[in-house]
């Protein structure tokens, strides 16, 4: 594993990040929701920067994938998804790749007529875009490569790491001995 973003590289950009979320909101009520699960830590960590009044909701979205790294179907589970409707809505999600999962979560909440709604991630992987949109937030570029940790998982492990890694592809091809 190759240490791309370390902790506090991440710690300085979730504090840029906060600086702009208070830039535009300014003292005005915000509802944060994080995309599951790879978003917890970046949620975490960016709301108690934070001070205006704030509510923070979670959605699931999970693709199904063949392998580690191929995007698939998208599946979204709004049970946990607190009232959007006549809110300012800030979605966050760890990272954004091809940006198929966030461009379809954009989609669902507009349908929610929430007053505002804008996105932020903690990464955005360079030359993999298939879609329009973009997030109103980027904390870090990256190359494209198959990253772990701060919350993104290979096969449910590394979420806890503080840093940002990258698997190499022997790694990824071994898979975990658990
Ligand atoms: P997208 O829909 O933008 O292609 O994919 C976004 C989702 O794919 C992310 O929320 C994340 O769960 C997963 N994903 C994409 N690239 C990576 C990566 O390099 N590492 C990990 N752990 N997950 C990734
Ligand atoms: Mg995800």
Redesign the pocket.
């Known amino acids: 594993m190759k240490i791309l973003l370390p902790e506090h590289e991440i710690k300085a950009g979730v504090a840029r990040l906060a600086s702009e979320v208070k830039a535009h909101y300014g003292r005005r009520p915000l509802t944060i929701i994080g ?1 599951l699960t ?1 978003s917890i830590v970046l949620v975490a960590d960016l709301i108690r920067l934070l001070e205006m009044p704030l509510r923070v909701g979670v959605v699931q ?1 999970r ?1 199904y994938r063949g392998t580690a ?1 191929l ?1 698939g179907d998208l599946a979204v589970n709004a049970d946990l998804l607190p009232p959007i409707a006549d809110r300012e809505v800030l979605l966050i ?10 461009q379809a979560l954009l989609a669902q909440f507009r349908l929610l007529s929430p007053r505002s709604l804008r996105s932020a991630v903690l990464l955005r ?1 360079l030359g993999r875009q298939r879609v329009d949109e973009n997030p109103d937030h980027v904390v870090f570029e990256i190359p494209n ?4 940790g701060y919350g ?3 096969q449910d492990a590394f979420r806890n790491l503080p840093h940002v890694a990258s698997l190499e592809a022997h790694e990824l091809a071994e898979g975990l001995v658990s």
């Not at 999600?93 to 966030?102: E, K, M």
């Not at 490569?145 to 772990?148: I, L, P, R, S």
């Open positions: 995309v790879g979205a693709s790294t995007p999600d760890d990272i954004f790749d091809t940006g198929q999962t966030l992987k490569e198959f990253v772990v993104l998982d290979y």
